[in-house]
């Protein structure tokens, strides 16, 4: 397993153009120029969303990830495969030992990675 250690960085939404330390959505950002795709979990989206629920959950994962990046060093991890298949790093993102993807399922804003993607307004309306 490779590991890099982050001691600061500066995390806002991304914008057009550029992008070079900035989060996409909730499990995918760009840091120094490399997009990362958060390995563990998936997130709903926030630009081609399936349904408005999708859309308004996507927001709010986008909105606490890059709170989660901003909160202190934090390490990148490689578990299995190093790119996906859009050129995107994988890594697992873990601050004290335990994976910030993680506590994004936690807290309900993601679901663990199972290797495709899931239905989230199917799952969005299952739990209403």
Not at 78 to 84: A, F, L, M, S, Y
Not at 117 to 124: E, I, N, Y
């Amino acid at each position: 397993m490779d590991l890099i250690t982050l001691s600061a960085a500066a995390f806002a939404l991304c914008a057009s153009g550029p992008r070079i330390t900035c989060v996409v959505d909730g499990d995918t950002f760009w840091l120094n120029g490399e997009k990362i795709r958060i390995a563990d979990i998936n997130a709903p989206e926030t630009h081609q969303g399936g349904c408005p629920a999708e859309l308004r959950l996507g927001e709010r994962a986008t909105r606490r990830l890059i709170g989660l990046l901003n909160a202190g060093p934090f390490t990148l991890a490689v578990h299995g495969r190093q790119i996906d298949r859009y050129g995107r790093a994988l890594r697992v993102v873990e601050r004290d030992g335990y994976s910030i993807g993680a506590q994004l399922v936690d807290e309900g804003l993601a679901e663990p990675w199972r290797g495709r993607r899931s239905d989230w307004c199917t799952l969005l309306a299952a739990r209403d």
